[in-house]
């Protein structure tokens, strides 16, 4: 962390730091300077930019999206506890803590390498899953993928704060949707793919991350963004983060909390649903009908942050999700109407997803790519260790127990919201 801090990092607009201040302050005393002062971006919401991000998101993660049905199927190929396979999750995930590190140096380059060649890299690594012959080798490819993961997932959410323009949270909601719409067929591809040709035969599917990766190199333009990013003078970001370290650990605990709450329903819904006697296509359809519904969800929560406000969204999406989430568990019986009541839910929880992204970027717009990797590192890592403690409670009280703690959780993140800062609020400056 202290090369981060101690760098320059290049701001995304127009205007540097000491142009934005008219007024001498002293050091005790930051300076409150509106939101869109500090560094003003081009104004242009590029929905080309926005499109190709969101293909991009979409083909990376698809792969990942893979690790919630494989976790029942490694564990019978292997014979290991749940507890054993859940180590599936931070092997994937761990590698995330690199991402502010990995934005930084993003951001004094190029985005474009990191981003086109993710997919393919994810492809490979987790599409090779079924051919793992013990823990180890399915530990390391996932440690691969996560580092792709950690090499893709900063770059191209601070690329888009930039194609966004002025339209944060419809640009932040469009390339989500991108990645909740890969979670959405994933489980599914993964699925057929293992009943037509085996888990052994299933890593034909990375063909299309390959394939994408391709696409992209022909699509994905970062010339301007590069550009205006090199031609500006560096900003050292460590006395901005003290000033701004309330908003900034408020955003950054109300991502660790939520990233907590949603672990169990992104990674362990197929093996509650198969351990209550209902069939994989069953849980494989209702895992994907939540990541569908978060499609919509993203979409209307980035949206209307954008009109609304970001505050007036998160406490509203927060508040709503415990209660949604008790219903579904207690009225799931592996009844395909029961389905409609997890799409609302997952609806009304994967919402905050974009408005956190945009967030981040309106806090920080000095430096997205680090912002955007702490959010995303902390968020990872806080859902690796989320993981490891449900596996093991699920093997101790059993699953269908275990799940009705984890609603509970979306209600400690409320507090961390009134950190943030209010609609067309300054922000504050070191001198």
């Not at 991000?53 to 919630?68: K, T, V």
């Not at 997932?153 to 601070?158: C, E, I, L, N, R």
């Not at 704060?161 to 890969?182: L, V």
């Not at 909390?257 to 509650?272: C, N």
Request: hydrophobic letters at 50%.
């Amino acid at each position: 962390m202290t090369d981060m801090m101690g760098f320059g990092v290049a701001p995304p607009g127009r205007k540097t730091i000491t142009d934005s201040l008219t007024t001498e302050t002293t050091i005790n005393e930051p300076t409150q300077v509106a939101m869109t002062s500090p560094v003003e971006d081009d104004d242009t919401y590029d929905a080309k930019g926005v499109a190709v991000a969101s293909f991009a998101h979409f083909s990376h993660d698809l792969y990942p999206s893979f690790i919630g049905p494989l976790v029942p199927a490694i564990q019978d190929k292997l014979g290991i506890s749940l507890a054993m396979a859940s180590l599936m999750v931070p092997a994937q995930q761990m590698p995330s803590i690199l991402q502010p590190f990995i934005g930084l140096v993003a951001d004094r380059t190029s985005r474009r390498w990191f981003v086109v060649i993710s997919p393919a890299t994810a492809a490979i690594s987790l599409s090779s899953l079924g051919l793992a012959p013990n823990i180890a080798v399915v530990l390391l490819l996932l440690l691969v993928s996560g580092l792709s993961s950690a090499m893709f997932h900063a770059p191209a959410v601070a690329l888009v704060g930039e194609f966004g323009g002025r339209k944060m949270g419809r640009a932040m909601s469009i390339f989500m949707a991108g990645g909740e719409m890969s979670r959405t067929l994933g489980p599914i591809l993964i699925t057929g793919a293992i009943a037509l040709f085996t888990l052994e035969g299933s890593f034909v599917v990375m063909t299309v991350g390959i394939v994408a990766s391709f696409v992209l190199y022909l699509t994905l333009d970062t010339t301007v963004t590069d550009a205006r990013r090199q031609a500006l003078d560096k900003v050292d970001i460590r006395p901005i983060l003290r000033a701004r370290r309330g908003p900034i650990g408020g955003l950054l605990a109300y991502s660790i909390l939520t990233g907590i709450a949603t672990t169990p329903f992104h990674f362990f819904l197929v093996k509650l649903l198969v351990d209550k006697g209902h069939g994989e296509w069953y849980g494989g359809f209702a895992l994907s009908t939540l990541f569908a519904s978060g499609v919509v969800g993203g979409l209307v929560g980035g949206n209307l942050s954008d009109r609304i406000g970001r505050r007036a969204m998160l406490i509203a999406f927060t508040a709503a999700t415990p209660p949604l989430l008790y219903f579904y568990l207690w009225t799931e019986n592996g009844s395909w109407w029961v389905l409609g009541i997890l799409a609302i839910a997952g609806a009304i929880t994967m919402a905050p997803r974009s408005v956190i992204l945009a967030v981040g970027a309106d806090i920080l717009p000095e430096a997205r790519g680090p912002m955007a990797g702490m959010l995303l590192a902390l968020g990872f890592v806080s859902m690796s260790i989320a993981a490891l403690v449900f596996g093991a409670v699920a093997d101790s009280i059993g699953i269908v127990d275990a799940y009705w703690f984890v609603p509970a959780i979306w209600f400690l993140s409320l507090p961390c919201i009134a950190l943030l800062p209010r609609r067309g609020a300054p922000l504050a400056m070191p001198d």
